[in-house]
């Protein structure tokens, strides 16, 4: 059993080496697998990052009366955030506003001076409210147009936000799915080619198969060299694959990093270097093998 | 002792290569099939291979029905009946050793009896210093050599040739012919599949003519008359 083991690493290995040119391309192949599978990946993580970043920067504002007191708002607040939509509501007080207000308008006397002259301070105090998704700004701004509380509330800017948020809702969705479909689609595509290059390879060893059955090899000790080999294929192959994307990532990322709010694509290559290549070598190895296994079980058959 | 008892075998389109056929040899018998190309004989050879079972009718070697054996015994079987072919079926990525030890290893023997055996065979079948040439490396007659002593490895009861001459000159075919003779005088049964009339007729053993699937000559020192 160990001997027969033995035996199949050997002319697995034996046969990757003899058949260079075949290894050659197959491995070229599945390289492109793979270097296609960790773009759609990268992508995929870019692309979330992006949207994350989009929908921080969405929120509602609700506006309270001049006369409403701090403690009805901050009661409010707490109400607001035990709602399960809500991530994160902020407190801005009237004397914040004000600075805020004085701030933003350093450069505009004309503005500050006649804020001077007025006796009291007219801005309004509010709360800013974040939600978890962005399509759940409609039911929060429904809560807040209840009742109860329509007497505190002078005006909810989720009307004016509203088509804004929608669209970009839209975008959200539309981009998560749209790029899982194609990401999809391309994995299945570069997963075909690989197969039916290594049925190629199989292909031209039919004779030899044959040959190994007629001198009595049970279908485990044919089998088992082939399975070697094509498993060989996703290693060298993954480990190629990492050779290539090292550099790669190292001289792209300051360029990336430059027109996207992300941070650095390399770092983040390199912090999960041994988790992508573990990934690279599971798909690697797993279509390597399998796809060996069912071209040669072809010609296995009696 | 092979028989073959009333075995037919049709193939679609109601063809039949081997029809009725009905013959048996004892062991250690060296035994010609002859006939044109055509007549059955590789179909005869690869029904007793069990490549394919045959349509009707039943073989039988050393009394089992080669039929019942199941294709996990295939193998094994396999083993008893060496075989060798006209194109030689080498496996081209391994050197002449190596097409040798292959069959050993496949067999699951040890590392020391493969190291024993395999020179033996090889300089039995005079190829001791072209071991580790590669099939594209050797002459057709050297190949030949080397498909023979693969057949031979396992000490098999039968040898079966399907036309072992047929893309070997007249010098390399002797070589061939006197080595199965040699083969045969050590113990081990010989079919010998062929249609080149010469060989037939210098070899004086039994001759089993087939003409269009069925058998129409039976006869001990035979000559090739068809």
New interface residues.
């Given amino acids: 059993m160990f001997?027969?083991f033995k035996?199949i690493i050997k002319w697995g290995l034996?046969?990757f080496w003899?058949?260079g040119w075949l290894s050659t391309a197959t491995v070229s192949i599945m390289t492109l697998t793979l270097l296609v599978i960790t773009v759609l990946l990268m992508l995929n993580v870019v692309a979330n990052v992006v949207l994350a970043n989009l929908q921080n920067k969405i929120d509602i504002s609700v506006y309270f009366k001049l006369e409403t007191h701090e403690e009805e708002i901050l009661q409010v607040k707490s109400q607001l955030e035990r709602l399960e939509e809500v991530k994160d509501v902020s407190y801005v007080s009237q004397n914040e506003a004000l600075i805020r207000f004085k701030e933003k308008h350093q450069d505009n006397p004309v503005l500050l001076q006649s804020l001077e002259e007025l006796e009291f301070n007219p801005l309004e105090a509010s709360l800013n409210i974040k939600a978890r998704q962005a399509n759940q700004y409609a039911s929060i701004n429904q809560f807040l147009e209840s009742v109860y509380y329509k007497d505190l509330i002078d005006k909810v800017n989720y009307m004016q936000n509203k088509d804004i948020i929608e669209k970009l809702n839209k975008i959200v969705v539309d981009v998560k799915t749209g790029g899982l479909g194609l990401s999809a689609l391309l994995a299945l595509i570069v997963f075909l080619v690989t197969f039916n290059s290594i049925r190629l390879a199989i292909y031209s060893s039919r004779?030899?198969i044959?040959?190994?059955?007629?001198?009595?090899?049970?279908k485990w000790?044919i089998r088992g060299p082939f399975f070697v080999e094509g498993v060989l294929y996703g290693l060298v192959a993954t480990i190629v694959t990492i050779l290539i994307l090292y550099p790669l990532f190292y001289f792209l990322s300051p360029k990336i990093s430059g027109f996207l709010p992300i941070g650095d694509v390399f770092s983040y290559f390199k912090v999960n270097l041994l988790s992508f290549f573990l990934l690279l070598l599971g798909i690697g190895v797993i279509l390597g093998g399998f796809s060996t296994m069912i071209a040669v079980r072809k010609y296995l058959k009696? | 002792m092979i028989e073959f008892k009333n075995v037919s075998k049709y193939y679609p389109g109601d063809c039949a290569a081997i029809k009725d056929v009905t013959f048996s040899i004892r062991p250690k018998e060296f035994v010609s099939i002859v006939g044109r190309s055509g007549a059955g004989k590789t179909t005869l050879l690869r029904l007793l291979?069990k490549?394919e079972p045959p349509s009707e009718g039943e073989i039988l070697v050393d009394g089992r029905n080669v039929k019942n054996i199941k294709?996990k015994e295939l193998?094994?079987?396999?083993?008893k009946i060496g075989?060798i072919f006209q194109d030689f079926?080498?496996?081209?990525?391994k050197t002449a050793y190596e097409n040798i030890a292959?069959?050993m290893?496949?067999?699951?023997r040890?590392?020391e009896d493969i190291s024993e055996d395999v020179p033996q065979i090889l300089s039995l079948v005079e190829l001791v210093d072209k071991a580790d040439n590669f099939p594209c490396q050797l002459s057709g007659g050297e190949k030949q050599r080397v498909a023979i002593g693969?057949a031979l490895i396992?000490k098999p009861d039968i040898l079966m040739a399907d036309e072992p001459s047929g893309n070997l000159d007249p010098l390399h075919t002797w070589d061939i012919i006197r080595l199965l003779c040699r083969i045969n005088e050590l113990g081990t049964t010989v079919i010998l599949a062929t249609h080149d009339r010469e060989i037939i007729n210098a070899l004086s053993k039994r001759v089993i003519s087939l003409d269009r699937g069925r058998v129409i000559r039976d006869e001990e020192n035979g000559r090739y008359i068809v």
């Fill in positions: 001997t027969s035996r034996t046969n003899r058949n004779e030899e044959n040959v190994m059955k007629l001198v009595g090899a049970s000790f009696e | 291979l490549e294709s193998p094994l079987y396999r083993r075989t079926k080498l496996l081209p990525n292959f069959a290893e496949a067999a699951g040890a590392e693969r396992h």
